[in-house]
C-alpha cells in the first residue's frame, strides 16, 4: 500500500481526531484540519510539540476553518507547497440539531446546512482541480447516525444532513468517474460525537415552540437527550468508524462504494421501540 497525503476536517477531537489518528497509524501522511480560533489552539499546539519530537504516525495539526474559504485555501495550499498534492480529503459532520422542526430559525437552519454541506463544497473545490488534473483523488464524507434516525423524535434536522451527505457522495461519484476521482460516504450506525466524548447538540432557539412541544410530549426531548448521552460516550463506536475510513482509503482504486455504514449491530435510535434496528 502507497502513503496517501490526506487532510481530515474537524480533527481537534472526538470522531475527526480518532479518523486522523487512525489514517496516520495506517501509514499516510495525515494532516488534522482544527479551528484555532474555537479554542482548538492548545490541542494544536500538543500537536505541534509531539511532531517536534518526530513520534511515528502522528497527524499533523493545520489551522482549518472551513466556514473561511481563506482559511481552507490557505490550508490546501500549505498542504500542497509541503507535500507536493492532497490524495484524499475526509470531511467530518458537524453538530447534531436536536429538537422539534419547527423550533429551529431559519438563521439556525442556515447554520446547519453550512456546517454539512457548503463547508464541504469550500474545501472540495480547492482540491478538486488539482485532483482532476492528476486524475486521481479520492473524497469521503464521514456522517454519523446512519440509523433509522428519521424514525427518531426531535432528530430530523440530523437525519436529513446525513441524507445529503449520501447523496452529495452519490452524485459527486458519478460526476468525477471521467476524472478518476472517487468519493464515499462513510455513514455510522449511531451517532456519535463530531467533537470532545460527548455530542455537541444545536438546541432550538425559538423557546416558546420548544415549550409548547415539551407540553404536549412531556419528558421526549429528556430521553432523547438520556439516550444520545449513552450511546455516544462508547470510545469503541469512534474507532470502528474511523477504521471504516481507513478501509476505504487503502481499498484499491475502483472498488470503493458510494456509501459504507460503520454499525453497531443491535443498537436503536431513541423512540423506535424494541422493533428497531440501525444499519450495520
Known amino acids: 500500500m502507497m502513503s496517501k497525503i490526506i487532510l481530515v476536517t474537524g480533527a481537534s477531537s472526538g ?3 480518532a479518523t486522523a489518528q487512525a489514517l496516520a497509524e495506517a501509514g499516510h ?3 488534522a484540519g482544527m479551528d484555532a480560533a474555537s479554542g482548538n489552539a492548545p490541542i494544536a499546539a500538543e500537536s505541534d510539540r509531539a511532531a517536534g519530537h518526530h513520534r511515528p504516525r ?3 495539526p493545520i489551522a482549518l476553518d472551513v466556514a473561511d474559504q ?3 485555501s490557505a490550508a490546501v495550499t500549505e498542504i500542497t507547497a509541503e507535500a507536493g498534492w492532497i490524495d484524499c480529503v475526509v470531511h467530518t459532520m458537524g453538530p447534531v440539531p ?3 422542526i419547527e423550533s429551529f430559525t431559519p ?3 442556515a447554520q446547519i446546512y453550512d456546517a454539512n454541506v457548503l463547508s464541504t463544497q469550500r474545501v472540495n473545490r480547492a482540491v478538486l482541480p488539482q485532483m482532476r488534473e492528476r486524475q486521481d483523488g479520492l473524497l469521503v464524507w464521514v456522517a454519523s447516525g446512519g440509523g433509522r434516525t428519521d424514525e427518531a423524535p426531535y432528530l430530523a434536522l440530523h437525519s436529513e444532513g446525513v441524507a445529503v451527505i449520501g447523496h452529495l457522495a452519490a452524485s459527486y461519484a458519478k460526476e468525477l468517474a471521467g476524472f478518476g476521482v472517487e468519493a464515499t460516504a462513510v455513514v455510522a450506525g449511531l451517532v456519535v460525537p463530531a467533537t470532545g466524548r460527548r455530542l455537541r447538540l444545536v438546541r432550538p432557539d425559538d423557546l416558546d415552540a420548544a415549550q409548547a412541544y415539551e407540553g404536549r410530549y412531556p419528558g421526549l426531548v429528556d430521553r432523547v437527550d438520556a439516550h444520545l448521552a449513552d450511546q ?5 463506536r469512534l474507532a470502528r468508524t474511523a477504521q471504516a475510513v481507513a478501509a476505504v482509503v487503502d481499498s484499491p482504486k475502483g472498488t470503493r462504494p458510494s456509501r459504507v455504514t460503520a454499525g ?3 443498537d436503536r435510535p431513541p423512540g423506535t421501540g424494541d422493533g428497531g434496528q440501525a444499519d450495520g
Not at 232 to 236: F, G, L
Open 15 to 17: 470522531l475527526g481526531a
Open 29 to 31: 501522511i495525515t494532516y
Open 58 to 60: 502522528q497527524p499533523r
Open 70 to 72: 481563506r482559511s481552507v
Open 98 to 100: 436536536r429538537g422539534p
Open 107 to 109: 438563521y439556525q437552519l
Open 232 to 236: 455516544a460516550v462508547t470510545a469503541a
Open 264 to 266: 453497531a449491530p443491535g
